[in-house]
């Protein structure tokens, strides 16, 4: 059974950090491109940030670009999103996934 759970969310001012971090089982993590994403309320799930299998490469989308970094430990099977200078269009539930699959969520609210 494929499990993903994320954590590490909270409540932040604007400009603070936060790392977010997913452990992941039940499929062979290290073969697996990973992605982070984010819902706000009433909306559907943005996908942010995409890292392959061994970590080699990586991408965020422009909002979060320079600020977010994602990365990944396959000996602990965890992938983790570092986010640095938050804004409140940041807020959201984050989910780490991949191909179609997102897992448990975490709330991330950035107070302005």
């Known amino acids: 059974e494929v499990q993903l759970q994320a954590s590490g969310g909270g409540l932040v001012h604007a400009g603070g950090s936060l790392r977010l971090s997913c452990v992941a089982s039940?499929?062979?993590?290290?073969?697996?491109?990973m992605k982070w994403g984010r819902q706000a309320p009433g909306k559907g799930i943005e996908r942010v940030a995409t890292?392959?299998?061994?970590?080699?490469?990586?991408h965020t989308i422009d909002s979060v670009q320079g600020r977010f970094t994602i990365s990944r430990d396959n000996d602990k099977n965890t992938l983790y999103l570092q986010m640095h200078s938050l804004k409140p269009e940041d807020s959201g539930v984050y989910f780490c996934?991949?191909?179609?699959?997102w897992g448990k969520g975490t709330l991330v609210t950035v107070s302005s």
């Open positions: 890292i392959n299998g061994d970590g080699s490469w990586s």
């Open positions: 996934g991949f191909n179609d699959i």
């Open positions: 039940g499929f062979t993590f290290a073969r697996t491109a």
